[in-house]
């Protein structure tokens, strides 16, 4: 069946992610939690009555931890899948560490596709790591 056409070329679209958010109640406990499996150093700031910490991005996909009204961390609902580089074994591996639980090992996609595993954050946001080995 289908949409009806409209006619017009449409321009296809090269990711469907722009950016993300985490949402957490403990800002610096979150922080932490993704400084340490990640490697990273998360800047932080205030707007507009919420607190956020961002990933590192020099280009791409951006996101950040996000305190404030509205942002309630949760293990059901949308799932993000975080890049975790050629092989998110090391990622995976400090979740416990950190503060988080691993609920599915690394676990292979497809030989083309690559890996995933599932993971609750310090929060208890439920999110999913990714990699093509």
């Not at 090269?14 to 957490?24: D, T």
């Not at 205030?46 to 931890?65: C, K, Q, R, V, W």
């Not at 609920?103 to 030989?111: H, P, Q, R, V």
């Amino acid at each position: 069946m289908g949409l009806p056409s409209t006619g017009k070329k449409r321009e296809k679209i090269r990711h469907y992610v722009s950016w993300f958010e985490i949402p957490a109640l403990n800002l610096y406990r979150s922080v932490a939690f993704y400084n340490y499996i990640y490697r990273i150093e998360m800047e932080t700031m205030e707007t507009h009555g919420y607190s956020m910490a961002l990933f590192p991005a020099d280009n791409g996909i951006g996101g950040a931890i996000v305190v404030g009204e509205g942002s309630t961390p949760s293990a059901t609902g949308t799932l993000v899948y975080l890049n975790a580089g050629k092989d998110l074994a090391p990622v995976l591996a400090r979740v416990e560490k950190a503060g988080g639980r691993v609920i599915l090992g690394k676990t292979l996609i497809s030989d083309d596709d690559g890996y995933f595993a599932l993971f609750i954050d310090s929060e208890g946001n439920k999110l999913a790591l990714h990699s093509i080995k």
